[in-house]
């Protein structure tokens, strides 16, 4: 996408994000988020599960990965 989330882009959902390969993603907008992941929620009660995941080599002018709003749970993936 040209703003957020060029391989994945979760907007107000809670996800869980397994066994994937997310590679060689591009935000091109002016400041955007998660070249590789963004997710953004406002719902702190349920974490986003992102596990066993191969992320690498995503761009974006802030961040690879974006996850806002909401708590994280990041195991088990290799990022580079």
Do not use: R
């Not at 882009?9 to 400041?31: H, K, L, Q, R, S």
């Not at 080599?57 to 961040?63: G, R």
Request: charged share 10%; proline share 5%.
């Amino acid at each position: 996408t040209p703003w957020a989330g060029g391989g994945i882009c979760c907007d107000w959902t809670v996800p869980t994000i397994t066994n994937n390969i997310i590679a060689g993603n591009e935000v091109t907008a002016t400041f955007g988020y998660g070249g590789g992941i963004f997710c953004y929620a406002d719902d702190p009660g349920y974490p986003i599960i992102i596990d066993g995941n191969i992320i690498m080599n995503n761009s974006a002018d802030i961040a690879g990965m974006s996850i806002t709003g909401v708590v994280a749970q990041i195991t088990n993936n290799l990022i580079k």
